[in-house]
């Protein structure tokens, strides 16, 4: 996470979601990567809500797996990125929220 965008100091990321679009997205996306890759298990958790600035340097999504699986985690969080539906604002100092921009290569 940046500590600036648009040139103001970011104090929180603000995460929405829609749910039951996510869930399946996430399901699909799962499930391409257990086909594509050898691997066994595939667990993600994505923050949702309000994350304040000492927490944002924690990581927002998380795939576990083993080490030989880091392709399958790159592929996994690229069309995560890509297709789920889940958006992410900066909060400014000053409380403005704007949308944050994703990179993903």
Not at 42 to 49: A, E, I, K, P
Not at 67 to 79: Q, R
């Amino acid at each position: 996470m940046r500590a600036q965008e648009h040139e103001q100091r970011i104090v929180a990321l603000d995460y929405e979601v829609y749910p039951e679009m996510a869930e399946r997205e996430l399901r699909n996306i799962a499930n391409e990567t257990a086909l594509r890759f050898a691997i066994h298990d595939l667990s993600c958790w994505h923050r949702v809500g309000r994350v304040p600035s000492e927490s944002v340097a924690e990581s927002a999504d998380l795939v576990r797996n083993r080490a030989e699986a880091l392709e399958a985690m790159a592929f996994f969080i690229s069309a995560l990125k890509a297709r789920v539906p889940i958006w992410k604002w900066a909060i400014t100092a000053s409380g403005e929220r704007f949308p944050c921009e994703t990179r993903c290569k």
